[in-house]
Structure formats: structure tokens, C-alpha cells
């Protein structure tokens, strides 16, 4: 990894799918979300990029585009999404970071980022990166931690909170963990070529007797109405937005080939045996078991 690279957190060797998803009653925040990304989601498109794709938990819900690319920088994570969805065509593996995307510019019409931006030091700089590699006019799909949800209010006014919920600048309340003031969003997706378009607050209700008195489907209808709401205020501890990347974008040739190389930028990348190596600057990236290995570089 390069030297400029801000800390990423590392899943490596993680079992979060199993023990945060599959056994920690996180239903109704798996159906709240899966909610959200069908009222945001268009209905189809060729190539969707999925940052932070981890074990595969929401691939299978982009059924409308042609091929998903999963992104994460936990190579152990990427293993797991291929257990669950197989190593067919129309999804393609790749480990890295989103500040060095491993793609040439302009070749997504779709993009989503979800459960990610919350562990990013410089989020400004990772969506420019992601604008980079986007179509013009093309749908960019993004959740984040919303600081300025009604738990943090109520605890900030009863003092037992030091951070000020209301004021614009991220925290970060442990480490590599931030919460983001939805002024701040909304102003670094600008800034990153971004227009947004639609808000939408998800899983209203996280809190554990609710989960455990109500039922989930009745919940997630609930949370269904709340989302609503999302372009009025954003109160929820999580929100979903949509954002369209405006200006132009460069049109690569031979789309089908999507890497470059993160170390210089250079494209095409020449295939061999079980690697790939930039004819510009040598590097060399590994093939592992259909899994592309772009995380290490100097």
C-alpha cells in the first residue's frame, strides 16, 4: 500500500457475516436496507461497482445489472461472497482500496456504497476516486453513519455526550469509526462531482427491546413510511442517498477490460498465467482462486 494511503480498516480473518448478520438479530436492519436500495436502485444497467462488497450480503439485490464488480479490501471477506455467490461471469472479485481503484475512468454506469463510508478517514478524497471511475450521468448509491441522529441529540442534552451532534465536522467516536453530519454529504458529494437526488432515513427503530416486543415485519413496514421522510430531515441513525455524477467522463476503449494499474495509472493491464502486470511501471498483480489482488503496491 502505498505511503499516502490514509488507515483502512481491515476485515481480514473477520467473521462479521456470521456473527454480526446471521446471528445477532439484524433482520430488520437487513429488510430496512434492502427497502431502501429497491427505491433507489434504476432497474437495470451493464456494470455495477459494489465498494466495501464484503461477504455478498446485498450483491444479490443489483439482479438488474449485467455484472457487479465486489470490492473489498479483505481478501478473506471476498472468499465468502464467492462461497455464497459462486464463481460465475457476471461477477468479478477484486481486493483494494477505494483511495487507488483499480479501474480506468468512466466504465460504471452504477456504483453503491453501503456500511463503508463510517470506517473512511478522507472521505472527500475516496469520492473523487469514485467519480473517476464512473460514467456520466450514471448512479452512485451511498449510506452513511448520521451523526445527528435522535439517540446523539437526546444523549448530547442530557450531558452524557460530549460531541456535538448538530455541528457539521465528522467525529470519530473510536477508532477508524466517524459519524457524519448530513451538511457534510451533502457538500463532499458536490465537491466530488455529485448531484444528489434523493434521501432516504433507514432503520428508525435499532434499538434492541423494540426489536425484541415487535415484530420485524411490522418494523420494517414502519421503517418503510419513515424513509420517506428523508429528503425533509434526516433524524435516523443511517441514510441512504442517491446521487447522479455529472460532467463528462472519459470513454475508454474496450470497456470489457476494466483494470488499470492503481500504482501509475496506466491501462491495459497484460494478462499472464495467474497475474497481472502494467507494461508501464512492472507492477505486479495476483490472481488468487478468480480473486484480483490489487492491495499491495509501492
Same mark, same amino acid.
Request: aromatic share 12%; proline share 9%.
Given at each position: 500500500m502505498p505511503e499516502d494511503t490514509p488507515p483502512i480498516i481491515d476485515y481480514e480473518g473477520s467473521d462479521y457475516q456470521s456473527t454480526f448478520w446471521d446471528q445477532s438479530n439484524r433482520q430488520y436492519e437487513d429488510s430496512a436496507e434492502m427497502t431502501a436500495l429497491k427505491r433507489l436502485l434504476p432497474p437495470g444497467g451493464d456494470l455495477l461497482l459494489e465498494l466495501g462488497a464484503g461477504a455478498g450480503r446485498n450483491t444479490p439485490r443489483y439482479a438488474g445489472y449485467k455484472r457487479v464488480v465486489l470490492l473489498d479490501y479483505s481478501l478473506t471477506q471476498l472468499i465468502q461472497a464467492q462461497e455464497r455467490l459462486g464463481k460465475k461471469e457476471r461477477y468479478i472479485y477484486v481486493a483494494?482500496?477505494?483511495?487507488?481503484? +483499480?479501474?480506468?475512468?468512466?466504465?460504471?454506469? /452504477?456504483?453503491?456504497?453501503?456500511?463503508?463510508?463510517?470506517?473512511?478517514?478522507?472521505?472527500?478524497?475516496? &469520492?473523487?476516486?469514485?467519480?473517476?471511475?464512473?460514467?456520466? /450521468?450514471?448512479?452512485?448509491?451511498?449510506?452513511?453513519?448520521?451523526?445527528?441522529?435522535?439517540?446523539?441529540? =437526546?444523549?448530547?442534552?442530557?450531558?452524557?455526550?460530549?460531541?456535538?451532534?448538530?455541528?457539521?465536522?465528522?467525529?470519530?467516536?473510536?477508532?477508524?469509526?466517524?459519524?457524519?453530519?448530513?451538511?457534510?454529504?451533502?457538500?463532499?458529494?458536490?465537491?466530488?462531482?455529485?448531484?444528489?437526488?434523493?434521501? &432516504?432515513?433507514?432503520?428508525?427503530?435499532?434499538?434492541?427491546?423494540?426489536?425484541?416486543?415487535?415484530?420485524?415485519?411490522?418494523?420494517?413496514?414502519?421503517?418503510?413510511?419513515?424513509?420517506?421522510?428523508?429528503?425533509?430531515?434526516?433524524?435516523?441513525?443511517?441514510?441512504?442517498?442517491?446521487?447522479?455524477?455529472? /460532467?463528462?467522463?472519459?470513454? +475508454?476503449?474496450? +470497456?470489457?477490460?476494466?483494470?488499470? *494499474? +492503481?500504482? *501509475?495509472?496506466?491501462?491495459? =493491464?497484460d494478462r499472464e498465467e495467474e497475474q497481472l502486470v502494467c507494461s508501464s511501471c512492472g507492477q505486479i498483480y495476483p490472481l488468487q482462486d478468480g480473486i484480483y489482488d490489487f492491495r499491495k503496491f509501492s
Open positions: 483494494g482500496d477505494v483511495y487507488h481503484l +483499480p479501474f480506468k475512468p468512466g466504465i460504471y454506469d /452504477g456504483a453503491t456504497m453501503i456500511r463503508v463510508l463510517h470506517h473512511l478517514v478522507s472521505p472527500p478524497r475516496a &469520492l473523487t476516486e469514485i467519480r473517476r471511475v464512473m460514467k456520466g /450521468g450514471s448512479t452512485f448509491i451511498l449510506e452513511y453513519a448520521n451523526k445527528q441522529n435522535l439517540k446523539a441529540v =437526546l444523549r448530547y442534552w442530557l450531558r452524557k455526550q460530549e460531541w456535538d451532534p448538530f455541528s457539521t465536522p465528522p467525529v470519530e467516536f473510536v477508532d477508524l469509526n466517524f459519524n457524519f453530519h448530513p451538511r457534510y454529504i451533502r457538500a463532499e458529494l458536490q465537491e466530488a462531482q455529485f448531484q444528489l437526488e434523493r434521501q &432516504l432515513t433507514v432503520s428508525h427503530f435499532r434499538i434492541n427491546f423494540l426489536k425484541k416486543i415487535v415484530p420485524t415485519p411490522l418494523l420494517v413496514t414502519l421503517d418503510s413510511l419513515a424513509q420517506l421522510t428523508g429528503n425533509l430531515w434526516q433524524l435516523s441513525p443511517s441514510v441512504f442517498t442517491r446521487s447522479r455524477a455529472v /460532467g463528462t467522463s472519459p470513454q +475508454p476503449e474496450n +470497456p470489457g477490460d476494466i483494470f488499470q *494499474c +492503481p500504482r *501509475c495509472g496506466s491501462y491495459p =493491464l
